[in-house]
């Protein structure tokens, strides 16, 4: 059974609350706990996953690039003190990789309380499956293996998926004939990518419906506007004409925040499906509230993925 921060703080009241909260930095996390970080070896997901280090779990990485990923493993254990950080392979744009990934987690690892679906890319061109890139890494690879290992999240309930979006979604659209196609192109990167974070809130709504009474909640987040390497697709003129944006942009530990919230705070339970911004629900655009929407997106991802019987 997974423990939680032990506070009387209300849910919901804010990064500010809780940055301030003295209980939050309580490692009262029992080492048998497992948290699996897709996409944990730079930025928000590295902050994220040293914080979590540090209340005492075990944590997988689940990372493409090996060096990158070895190195963040090693500077992630001195970091936390914890040496039950360990690094697994996994490319989000292969589908082959997700399987395999899946495959081999499930026979090595017996738990899993938290996965965080971390890893994202503002990139145009295909996949190796033949899939717009960011459509596939962003949404489709997470969705493939949530779908994997869900039966273990609810063996080990009570546990709790966080998907991380972006108030990008504002500018996204699910049309079944493009969305998955890949394009070339700035504006085709923006569209690309916006979808990608509409299809995550649409994935997190419909997921928490079907996972409705059985202990496994999950839960939308918006980082914030954070200093990552995301956008180093950009083409130079990008940062020249929007350069200025820099200084309101905040630090992944900053960026991470709302994640480590949301995958230990207690008392949300009752909040699944929701989308948080600053350590506290927040209502998201229309499209992202679309029930009807988020059940055809749900089906057609099945379809692309060949999980339909």
């Known amino acids: 059974m997974l423990h939680l921060r032990n506070t009387t703080k209300t849910a919901g009241t804010g990064m500010k609350a809780w940055l301030l909260d003295p209980h939050r930095w309580r490692g009262d996390l029992h080492e048998s706990f497992l948290w ?8 928000i997901g590295k902050a994220t996953a040293v914080d979590l280090a540090r209340r ?8 493409r690039n090996k060096a990158r990923g070895e190195s963040a493993m090693y500077d992630i254990r001195r970091e936390s003190g914890n040496s039950e950080v360990i690094l697994m392979i996994l490319d989000l744009g292969s589908l082959n990789s997700v399987r395999a990934f899946a495959q081999t987690f499930l026979a090595s690892e017996p738990r899993l309380d938290i996965l965080i679906n971390n890893a994202g890319v503002f ?7 033949g899939f717009d890139q960011a459509f596939q890494v962003n949404h489709l690879g997470h969705f493939l293996l949530t779908h994997l290992l869900l039966d273990r999240l609810k063996r080990c309930a009570p546990s709790r998926i966080i998907i991380l979006s972006s108030s990008m979604h504002f500018f ?3 049309d079944f004939r493009t969305i998955h196609k890949p394009g070339e192109g700035i504006w085709e990167m923006l569209t690309s990518y ?5 299809a995550n809130m649409l994935h997190s709504r419909e ?3 079907r996972l409705e009474g059985t202990n496994v909640t999950c839960y939308a987040v918006h980082p914030g506007s954070v200093r990552t390497g995301l956008g180093r697709s950009f083409p130079r003129w990008v940062f020249q004409v929007f350069g200025f944006m820099k200084r309101f942009r905040r630090d992944c530990n900053a960026g991470a925040q709302t994640s480590i919230y949301c995958a230990t705070e207690e008392g949300i339970e009752r909040l699944s499906g929701q989308y948080f911004v600053d350590c506290r629900p927040k209502v998201p655009w229309a499209q992202a509230r679309d029930d009807h929407m988020a059940k055809k997106l749900w089906e057609f991802s099945e379809r692309l993925l060949g999980l339909t019987t």
């Open 172 to 174: 996204g659209k699910i």
């Open 207 to 209: 997921l928490a419906n």
């Open 36 to 43: 699996l970080f897709l996409g944990g070896n730079a930025g």
């Open 194 to 198: 916006s979808s990608s974070k509409l």
């Open 56 to 63: 005492g779990a075990r944590v997988i990485l689940g990372c």
């Open 123 to 129: 990139t145009t061109g295909q996949s190796a499956d």
